[in-house]
């Protein structure tokens, strides 16, 4: 397609342009917000040299599925700087600011730097005389950072799927999938076999593979052969289990006025060693991370199963300090409790709700003598299966006792109308309410809750960004 015809319709920056101006224009010089494929982006990339670069001097760590990647991706990274390693981090989608998506050495890039990227890229891009998509342009301008920057490792989460997600464009030396579930039917198939062979997508000759979940399609199995993976499999190579420590003991005998500012600390920064990882050649007693234990595991096989020099204190160390917003992520704001969980198909609703009865049987121990319930903050996007996530939810035995409901300022988002149909066969219509901003529902929230109760976020990254916008947070 002709750029100029979709380009010349779009706001064109300037060498004055602001970053938000720069994603607005880039939003709009494609047909498609999803375009699926690599014919487009490759001959950019190969102008900017970007693929080049991370064959040089370079380790990368890419990772795919369906839930997990973020805290994955984000772990590895944590893994790789505590060991002194220059390392890159690209993950998507971004939770406030779109810095949150590519960092180095754990730290944002600059509003400058994003933009003297992208700058670089439309170059590229209109001397190709190609269009390419906001997830295109974006993920390219982000490798051109990591080369431009000489970071030693890279770790690229994917977007979507795997074969033709446009972070498959750079060679992984290490490919991680943390597991296969149903979503993104529209593009990547409606069943295990087809999605786990779009994700299996990212595999390479001769490479090894950490595979996160105990059941592996038969597509899968079938590329890890015809690759020659070596393959590490949860359950098979490695494995990894809770240890109870005193410091859970200390969570059920505090006081009601001490949990305030302690019941969080407790929760995410215990300091002893309360989980076990075992392969083939170590066991470790480990520091629990505030990211989950499967997310942790998996993290922790990749660095072991590279050539990298990371050692078990810099394993303890980067388990102390990693952290992940909108991942099971507990919180005391506004003088309640919170908790952030994308939480946006059937298996990451199941994957929430196992650690979630955990954290409840704890939260009422909070609540004294008091009846603690669950008020919910949700919203979702229109292309997930929305009755199914709620029905997940609601089959839960957890007392979810109201849902607060508002469109998210995004478009592909559902209407109210559409969440509340969704809704209905599974939620007393009195116990549903809905606002015109998760602004608005979340204030509500507050105003419908006890001190004593837990506010559950989740739904959608949009749905946990919006969230965190209105309480006025920033990412931690």
């Given at each position: 397609m002709d750029s100029s015809s979709l380009t010349?319709?779009?706001?064109?920056?300037?060498?004055?342009?602001?970053?938000?101006?720069?994603?607005?224009?880039?939003?709009?010089?494609?047909?498609?917000?999803?375009?699926?494929?690599?014919?487009?982006?490759?001959?950019?990339?190969?102008?900017?040299?970007?693929?080049?670069?991370?064959?040089?001097?370079?380790?990368?760590?890419?990772?795919?599925?369906?839930?997990?990647?973020g805290s994955t991706t984000a772990?590895?990274?944590?893994l790789c700087q505590a060991a002194g390693y220059k390392t890159a981090l690209y993950q998507s989608p971004h939770l406030i600011e779109f810095n949150e998506r590519v960092r180095i050495n754990?730290?944002?890039?600059s509003d400058k730097t994003l933009i003297a990227a992208?700058?670089?890229?439309?170059?590229?891009?209109?001397?190709?005389?190609?269009?390419?998509?906001?997830?295109?342009?974006?993920?390219?301008?982000?490798?051109?950072?990591?080369?431009?920057?000489?970071?030693?490792?890279?770790?690229?989460?994917?977007?979507?799927?795997?074969?033709?997600?446009?972070?498959?464009?750079?060679?992984?030396?290490?490919?991680?999938?943390?597991?296969?579930?149903?979503?993104?039917?529209?593009?990547?198939?409606?069943?295990?076999?087809?999605?786990?062979?779009?994700?299996?997508?990212?595999?390479r000759e001769g490479i090894p593979l950490i595979y996160g979940a105990t059941e592996m399609p038969a597509s899968v199995a079938e590329l890890v052969e015809q690759h020659n993976?070596?393959?590490?499999?949860?359950?098979?190579?490695?494995?990894?289990?809770?240890?109870?420590?005193?410091?859970?003991?200390?969570?059920?005998?505090?006081?009601?006025?001490?949990?305030?500012?302690?019941?969080n600390n407790e929760l995410n920064t215990n300091a002893k060693p309360t989980w076990q990882?075992?392969?083939?050649?170590?066991?470790?007693q480990l520091p629990r991370p505030k990211l989950s234990l499967t997310n942790t595991a998996n993290a922790v096989s990749a660095v072991l199963a590279s050539p990298l020099d990371i050692g078990i204190d810099a394993i303890k160390q980067a388990l102390g300090s990693v952290q992940l917003a909108g991942r099971f992520d507990y919180r005391q704001l506004a003088d309640r409790h919170w908790l952030f969980d994308v939480a946006h198909n059937e298996h990451g609703v199941d994957f929430m709700l196992a650690q979630l009865v955990a954290l409840w049987q704890q939260h009422k121990?909070?609540?004294?003598?008091?009846?603690?319930?669950?008020?919910?903050?949700?919203?979702?996007?229109?292309?997930?299966?929305?009755?199914l996530v709620v029905q997940r939810l609601t089959q839960a035995d957890l007392p979810m006792s109201e849902w607060f409901i508002a469109e998210?300022?995004?478009?592909?988002?559902?209407?109210?109308?559409?969440?509340?149909?969704?809704?209905?066969?599974?939620?007393?219509?009195?116990?549903?309410?809905?606002?015109?901003?998760?602004?608005?529902?979340?204030?509500?929230?507050?105003?419908?809750?006890?001190?004593h109760d837990l506010l559950l976020v989740c739904g959608s990254f949009h749905t946990i960004g919006e969230t965190l916008s209105a309480l006025t947070l920033e990412p931690t």
């Open positions: 010349s319709q779009a706001y064109k920056p300037t060498k004055d342009s602001s970053l938000t101006e720069w994603l607005d224009y880039m939003q709009q010089i494609h047909v498609s917000a999803i375009d699926m494929g690599l014919s487009r982006v490759l001959p950019v990339a190969e102008r900017l040299g970007v693929v080049q670069s991370a064959k040089e001097n370079t380790y990368v760590f890419t990772v795919a599925g369906t839930n997990g990647k772990m590895i990274s944590e754990g730290q944002m890039v992208f700058e670089q890229v439309e170059a590229a891009r209109l001397q190709c005389g190609l269009t390419l998509s906001f997830f295109e342009m974006t993920t390219l301008a982000a490798l051109l950072i990591f080369a431009t920057a000489d970071c030693e490792v890279w770790v690229l989460e994917v977007g979507l799927g795997g074969r033709l997600d446009v972070v498959n464009i750079i060679d992984p030396d290490l490919a991680v999938i943390t597991n296969i579930g149903i979503d993104h039917v529209d593009w990547l198939g409606d069943n295990l076999e087809d999605i786990g062979r779009e994700k299996a997508g990212i595999l993976v070596t393959c590490y499999q949860v359950g098979q190579d490695f494995y990894y289990r809770e240890v109870k420590s005193s410091s859970e003991d200390k969570i059920n005998t505090k006081l009601n006025n001490e949990l305030n500012n302690e019941l990882y075992s392969n083939a050649a170590v066991t470790l121990q909070l609540a004294g003598n008091k009846t603690a319930t669950i008020k919910v903050v949700f919203s979702m996007l229109a292309d997930k299966d929305i009755e998210i300022d995004y478009p592909r988002a559902a209407s109210v109308e559409q969440l509340v149909a969704a809704m209905s066969a599974y939620i007393p219509q009195e116990r549903i309410h809905t606002f015109e901003s998760l602004q608005q529902a979340a204030q509500a929230a507050i105003l419908a809750s006890q001190p």
